[in-house]
């Protein structure tokens, strides 16, 4: 007499326990949409690959570079399988909707607005490009009309350079090699004499990754998301690691 009384507990105890293994769940049954996502897998390396020329264009990763003719590029995405890297490069400076991309690898020949380069070397913080035209390398490496940044497109030659003059200049706003750059989270942005201005997007100390961009001349040059400490990053012309990321700051120890 009292079977149909414990089958149907039984049932009540089966469909209890199901319940509490689903977790948090919307009622659609996707995921908690409140979770916070999963950080980026660790690049798998190698750090480069190929050879970087002195006078070569760096483009840093996520950010853009105007280039000589009008054209301009941007290193959109990395990718390593422990072996070789590829990366994402697309046209223009700045994004817009329907711009051409491509993935390249080290030594390729690649061109922008009409102009002939060679992808030089490819690495998780940059992308080293070798223009194939003299007329090319000269117009880079012509010296700015002033040294002294006013903010804008006016800094276009102290931001889309290879003039040595301007990498010593930016050199000096930086600590000495070994010393540490701090760059404030919730701090506005840190300006440097080049032009260049960085600002932090995101740290999480918890998962070890921090999310910071750079802009000059109006451009963002660099756009580092889910950097971890050790990596390397560039910043017109000099190479930093990251050293420590706390909830205040992202501490970036001077390499190169």
Excluded: W
């Excluded at 977790?23 to 050879?51: R, S, W």
């Excluded at 963002?220 to 990053?233: H, L, Q």
């Amino acid at each position: 007499m009292h079977r149909p009384a414990a089958r149907h507990a039984a049932a009540a105890a089966v469909t209890a326990l199901l319940l509490t293994a689903c977790g948090t769940h919307d009622e659609a049954g996707g995921a908690d949409p409140t979770a916070p996502a999963a950080p980026a897998p660790a690049d798998k390396g190698p750090v480069c690959v190929g050879e970087a020329s002195k006078d070569g264009v760096r483009l840093l990763r996520g950010g853009g570079f105007r280039l000589p003719g009008g054209g301009g590029a941007q290193y959109v995405a990395a990718s390593a399988d422990g072996t070789t890297r590829t990366a994402v490069l697309r046209e223009g400076a700045v994004y817009e909707d329907g711009r051409p991309e491509q993935t390249v690898t080290p030594g390729q020949q690649v061109t922008f607005a009409g102009r002939a380069y060679t992808v030089g070397q490819i690495c998780s913080y940059r992308v080293v490009l070798e223009p194939a035209d003299a007329g090319d390398r000269a117009a880079l490496a012509k010296a700015p009309a002033s040294m002294k940044s006013t903010g804008g497109a006016a800094d276009d030659g102290l931001c889309f350079t290879t003039d040595p003059a301007v990498a010593a200049a930016a050199s000096k706003g930086f600590p000495a090699e070994g010393g540490m750059l701090s760059i404030l989270a919730n701090g506005g942005a840190a300006r440097f004499p080049t032009g260049l201005s960085l600002t932090v997007a995101a740290v999480d100390p918890q998962a070890g990754t921090a999310h910071f961009k750079g802009v000059c001349a109006a451009v963002m040059v660099a756009d580092y998301e889910d950097v971890r400490i050790g990596d390397t990053v560039e910043l017109a012309g000099a190479r930093f690691e990251v050293a420590e990321l706390t909830e205040q700051a992202v501490r970036l120890r001077r390499t190169a």
